[in-house]
């Protein structure tokens, strides 16, 4: 027996996408801006209550302020969740996170109004600060048993306010966010629709990618010392020119990532600082950062040593002196191979091209990833714009993107 | 019949410099800070002039606000004119133009107390704002007729001070700047002793640089665009790095020199800004600086063409846009051959190790090549350092310079 194929209501996924649209949206940002529990990030999650309550789902809101949709809920069942964010960067797009959210709920209604039996219960959930206000993905480390008493007492946003009086001002306590922790056995399964947020499925015209990893990786600060000498007077012989070591290193990314990394890897140079920074002046220090990303952690040891020797061999070759801080390791994550095959089954079974690949971009997923079988779709962002107004989805590509996250989950779930 | 071998008054040179070196030091910018007009240089030409009429020399003081030291001044004659400047950049060394007036004056006190006899007036001139308070080389300018009206009227500093204000601040009218002009026949030869500002004397243990030619340069602000790109989802494959372009024109600055320029062409990138500049963004624009330096106007202008179209295929390979804004051009100089020779002829006559060899700074010299026969001369700086109080000299080379400045301007004198 093949499993039957349900569809989304697709208008009613679009007009709730719509409606949420204009949640956050901010002439002075150029776009949406739905910073976590700031007053655009509010209004979001009160309009995704209401939402909840109008479809005759429970509403939960954890410990840690994220909120719930469940359905056929008893407490003793394992769920199976999905799930994205609500809250946004400054000057964001209409979808990101909220998409996955909004498709969940859909997903959850449509599995209620079709009354279709149920193994698990189900649950559609919008963590809190993905993007970062408090350090990211507060919520899904709260669910998935990361937070300790030091983190949530110690977080602060840029502006140096507390996470602890953010959630107050919002009424929610922090006291509480040890207690959204999940067990394992609650969960029996995770699956989060994203939209890709790179190019891949845009230029291959794929509407579906199925995500097998997420990208870990390092990122450094480096610093390059030299002499700032005369750019008139000093010989290009007599230099120590820090740039010049920063230009080189950048040139030797492809043959480190050919010789150490996948076809997976990258590595950016996103951010150099000259000084003094006078065009009449060899630079005689640089600062710039290196971030490297692979979905493999073995890869990425192997890319930090032939980084660091590179580093280290053109700092020599030039004359000058190196140091590097490590500012961030992230360990990659790869997704459960069983909710990997589901999606994929369901696709080949849909008749839906997709392609396995790699989230080069951190998500809920990430964390969830620890406690529970987590997976993960993407459909496609045209141009590969994200976090951006510019960002955006072909309306049939997100309708694709609910069809197979409602098949994946209902799969789960019977 | 040789030339008799003159020395200056080597103690009387060093108190003059220990003297002036004490003038507009500054804790706060770790060195000296004598800005054109600005207390500390008020305060060096106050000391300036005090020493003139204590040598007993003429004291003139032009429109441009230079100040001249004259020896037999007549009026008549063409003067042999020597000089350099006594304002300075902030946080600088004691020597830089300093080092050739205090020279200047003390050549002329020597061949006064030697009652040598001339058979042309000298002239020791400290030259108004070199350094660039109001554009630079604002005395020489004016002396060499480069100034206008327009130019005078227009002059600002960084805070937005005119030149006409901060002029009558000081108690000069810049009405008069125009009639500080000389003409060609009011001169017969213009020597200026520096310090070299960069490493090749010091490195080959030579005391005298004989200046053939003083550099001119091209200085272009370049943008490159590409698109600002999530660095963890956007495969290296699928990027328009800014950043990658500009590093890549670095690595290619030594070919372009190597193919199109001479051994004295210098090429540097001194400042480099990226957008948006964060270590998960791919690079979406660059914006640099490119400075180009050279003696020959025609080496220059191949080298322009040959960095335009460096630029023009690395934007083309790497799906870059590009536009770049000339900032400034200056036009190579060269020295009198016939001063050039007369200073060979004195260091071969003194038994003194000298290398002809060209300028790569800006100095007045280039100003008043313009007007009359001019050639310059360089002692060592210790490793190159200058604009910095890290400047330094040994002594035995400043008194070397100075006798090679003394015997110079008493043969083009006599």
Chains 1, 2 share one sequence.
């Not at 940002?29 to 999650?45: P, Q, T």
């Not at 939402?51 to 909120?67: C, H, K, M, P, Q």
Request: some cysteine; charged content about 25%; proline content about 5%.
């Amino acid at each position: 027996m093949t499993a039957p194929e349900l569809r989304v209501d697709s208008e009613r996924l679009q007009h709730d996408l719509d409606e949420l649209s204009a949640i956050g949206r901010s002439e002075r940002d150029h776009g949406i801006y739905r910073m976590a529990l700031s007053e655009g990030d509010m209004a979001g999650r009160a309009w995704f209550r209401q939402r909840i309550s109008d479809a005759g789902l429970e509403l939960y809101v954890d410990g840690a302020a994220n909120t719930h949709a469940r359905l056929a809920w008893d407490g003793e069942r394992p769920s199976v969740m999905t799930g994205s964010h609500l809250d946004s960067v400054p000057g964001a797009g209409h979808l990101d996170g909220a998409l996955g959210v909004v498709v969940g709920l859909e997903c959850l209604r449509r599995i209620q109004e079709l009354q279709l039996p149920l193994r698990y219960p189900l649950e559609a959930v919008a963590f809190t600060d993905e993007e970062g206000r408090f350090g990211g993905m507060v919520g899904s480390q709260a669910i998935s048993g990361r937070l300790t008493p030091e983190t949530i007492f110690n977080a602060r946003d840029l502006n140096g306010i507390t996470l602890v009086d953010a959630m107050q001002a919002c009424g929610y306590n922090a006291n509480d966010a040890l207690r959204a922790r999940r067990t394992p056995e609650s969960l029996h399964a995770f699956v989060e629709l994203h939209i890709e947020q790179g190019p891949i499925l845009d230029r291959s015209h794929t509407p579906i990618g199925v995500v097998d990893a997420i990208a870990g990786l390092f990122k450094w600060d480096v610093r390059l010392l030299g002499s700032a000498n005369h750019a008139g007077t000093t010989p290009m012989t007599m230099r120590n020119d820090a740039f010049g070591g920063v230009a080189e290193l950048s040139g030797e990314i492809p043959r480190i990532l050919e010789e150490d990394g996948s076809p997976r890897s990258v590595a950016t140079i996103g951010r150099v600082q000259l000084f003094p920074g006078a065009a009449n002046v060899v630079p005689g220090k640089a600062e710039f950062s290196l971030e490297v990303r692979d979905t493999d952690p073995l890869m990425l040891e192997r890319l930090a040593e032939a980084f660091r020797k590179a580093i280290s061999a053109i700092a020599r070759r030039r004359g000058l002196m190196f140091e590097f801080e490590v500012l961030s390791e992230l360990t990659p994550v790869k997704c459960d191979p069983g909710i990997v095959g589901v999606i994929e089954n369901v696709t080949r079974d849909l008749g839906i091209n997709a392609t396995v690949m790699a989230s080069g971009a951190a998500h809920d997923t990430q964390m969830m990833a620890g406690l529970t079988r987590a997976g993960m779709l993407f459909v496609p962002s045209k141009d590969g714009r994200s976090h951006s107004p510019a960002e955006w989805t072909p309306w049939e590509d997100i309708e694709t993107g609910a069809n197979v996250l409602l098949n994946t989950l209902y799969r789960l779930a019977s």
